[in-house]
């Protein structure tokens, strides 16, 4: 089993403030922003987080960079986005088996701008008290998943989101 360890949100809060888009440097490729890639086309990236509270915790966003869901998306391109996260959500249930699919839009104009989805399996058997928002605090620690580990968990949700493309 993997467990949580202590993470030093102190020195995560600094680095975000003052690095450039993570998530532009993804799409760019850049080797200091890298991250697992679950599925890339031309308007959307998914990959792993670097800092997940539970296995399969994933990403959702359009390469474009927006930062505002309201104003800086036409409905159509948050559907097609929302599309993403549905298809993910349903690969990631068949992956772990989930109870349930945690999603939510988190970020800030100080850090973190680019939209992005948090796409999160609660596995089953979970306790209520650890459930929702005490799942996903990385103040109460973040699982150290060895690299090939996290490459072999992004192929096997690729390979579910796949089929659940086809199965549509």
Not at 1 to 16: C, G, N, R, S, T
Not at 80 to 105: G, P, T, W
Not at 117 to 124: E, G
Not at 134 to 161: K, P
């Amino acid at each position: 089993m993997i467990e949580h360890q202590p993470f030093d949100l102190k020195a995560y809060v600094h680095d975000i403030g003052t690095r450039a888009c993570f998530i532009c440097g993804l799409v760019r490729n850049d080797p200091a922003f890298f991250h697992h890639r679950i599925l890339e086309d031309d308007y959307t990236i998914i990959f792993l987080s670097k800092y997940p509270t539970l296995p399969g915790y994933s990403l959702v966003c359009p390469k474009e960079h927006r930062e505002d869901l309201a104003r800086d998306m036409s409905t159509d391109e948050y559907l097609r986005l929302q599309e993403k996260v549905h298809i993910l959500s349903r690969a990631l249930k068949s992956v772990f088996d989930a109870e349930r699919i945690y999603v939510l839009s988190l970020g800030s104009q100080q850090a973190n701008s680019h939209l992005h989805f948090h796409v999160v399996p609660l596995p089953s058997g979970v306790p209520l008290e650890e459930q929702q928002y005490h799942a996903l605090m990385a103040e109460y620690g973040v699982l150290q998943i060895a690299d090939d580990q996290m490459a072999q968990l992004a192929q096997r949700i690729a390979e579910a989101y796949r089929s659940e493309l086809i199965a549509r």
